[in-house]
């Protein structure tokens, strides 16, 4: 099991919500404290090992071909298809991630556990649909059967989909082995229903080595979402809820939370206003138990809508931020015209460490009112989605294996972020993750990345 050792950071947590004008640090507060807690014991819940995708109340779908790949918002299985082609990768992961519950988690993640359809569409079937190219759009039961039904005899995939379980794949598929420190012990919690499509996401993320915690709400539906895509490659998402627009603080979850060294939550979960008071308790209870909470932007028009909850959570609470230049913008209330290392440098003042991704002008790392340069690794680009899930994954990995300056986090970041940029798919495979594992353990044992470069340096704050 892995630990992070103990350490500080000191931030001024705003007293309103943030205003253009950068104010100084005036007052420090100790934010986290990391440490090994006293090991207990966590239920396990069993997975299925055979399911049916389809239950009756989408019996209006056509069950779609037998590969599975990425679709809405970054959440996908691409290699999956590749993996079930041979057989050979699926059985290596999954003997890997052997069902031993640990006494601690390295990361549990919070968020949306939405089963993603995806397939191909022209411009004349989102007309007769009445549906507006390149929106995301959220459905109910009886319209997602209407367009399911009108996609009949076309060609589509499904997959455990969302950005947060791309990013939690990338870093248990990276610490996956003990390359560079024991392995990691990566855990998802969020609500999925009893129905086939839970079992689906459950077992899905299982094989990544992900263990889904959550058990299913009984009779309840998993959420879903269709993306449809027009030969110009612009998407329409139109996303049904089900069982998934609620995430319950239940026993189960508090005592996980207790037993994890890092709690991400996915900012997609904001927008459902039952769950804010979730987000609330598990960070008030990660907080008390010195864990770190890292908070993921996730979406503009999210952040716009509930600019006060995001301000609540992150300014009482976040050790890290993750967003990218616009999302950093619309934290800070700045216009498009600010830079990226603005908005970075603005944030560092309110929260310990800040990650903001700038596409292929690289990225920003901000502590104590400065930002940090990470230059783009280079890279012939193939398809940008999930460029930022996979950036968020090197971070954490990178700082649960003792990377000490900023410099160094960030390069690490950009190396796992370049090889999911430069293949078709959003999800990082195993054998790119054990050659970056490799690599970067290479890098640790010749003091590389352990390099003190002053100010950048974590352990100085």
């Known amino acids: 099991m892995s630990f992070i050792g103990t350490m500080s950071f000191s931030i001024l947590p705003p007293t309103s ?69 041979d057989g050979e990768e ?3 992961e999954e003997e890997m991630g052997a069902s031993v519950v640990p006494e601690r988690w ?40 209407r367009v399911l039904q009108a996609m009949d005899g076309c060609s589509y995939k499904a997959a455990a989909g969302g950005s947060l379980s791309n990013s939690l794949v990338a870093l248990a598929r990276l610490g996956g082995r003990s ?31 992900v263990n889904f915690l959550s058990a299913p709400v009984k009779d309840g539906t998993t959420g879903t979402v269709i993306v449809l895509t027009t030969p110009d490659a612009q998407r329409t998402m139109l996303a049904y809820q089900g069982t998934s627009s609620t995430v319950d603080y ?22 459902l206003p039952d769950t804010i008071r979730t987000i609330t308790k598990a960070c008030r209870e990660a907080h008390r138990n010195g864990s770190l ?35 950093a913008r619309a934290l800070c209330h700045f216009s498009s015209k600010e830079s990226p290392a603005s908005a970075t440098r603005y944030l560092s003042h309110f929260v310990p460490l800040v990650s903001v991704t700038d596409g292929p002008r690289g990225s920003y790392i901000g502590i104590k009112g400065e930002a940090v340069y990470i230059p783009p690794s280079p890279c012939v680009p193939v398809d940008t989605c999930g460029a930022g899930d996979a950036y968020a994954s090197g971070i954490l990995y990178s700082f649960l ?53 002053g100010s950048d340096h974590i352990s100085s704050l």
């Open 179 to 209: 390359i560079g420190g024991p392995p990691l012990n990566v855990a998802m919690a969020g609500s999925i229903g009893s129905d086939p499509l839970g079992s689906f996401y459950r077992t899905k993320l299982r094989r990544a080595n």
């Open 250 to 271: 239940d026993a189960c979850l508090a005592s996980t939370i207790s037993k994890t060294n890092i709690l991400v939550v996915e900012g997609y979960l904001f927008e």
């Open 17 to 85: 919500p943030p205003c253009t004008t950068t104010k100084s640090l005036l007052s420090t507060v100790p934010l986290f404290s990391l440490s090994p807690h006293p090991s207990s014991s966590l239920k396990t819940h069993q997975i299925p090992t055979t399911y049916s995708l389809f239950s009756c109340s989408t019996r209006t779908m056509k069950a779609p071909r037998c590969s599975f790949s990425r679709l809405s918002g970054g959440g996908e299985d691409d290699e999956d298809e590749d993996e079930d082609e």
């Open 401 to 453: 294996r003792g990377v000490s300056d900023v410099k160094g986090m960030g390069t690490l970041a950009a190396k796992v972020a370049a090889t999911v940029v430069r293949q078709q798919g959003t999800r990082l495979s195993v054998h790119d993750a054990v050659e970056l594992a490799e690599s970067f353990a290479f890098h640790l044992n010749s003091s590389a990345i352990r390099s003190d470069i």
């Open 106 to 145: 390295d990361v549990l993640g919070l968020g949306q556990a939405m089963v993603d359809f995806s397939g191909m569409v022209d411009d004349e079937f989102l007309e007769r649909l009445g549906l507006e190219k390149g929106t995301r759009k959220v459905v109910n039961h009886e319209e997602r059967g």
């Open 293 to 327: 909470v890292a908070v993921t932007a996730s979406d503009v028009s999210c952040i716009e809508r509930h600019y006060d909850d995001f301000w609540e959570i992150i300014g009482n609470y976040a050790g890290i931020v993750f967003a990218n230049s616009e999302e």
């Open 90 to 92: 699926v059985a290596e």
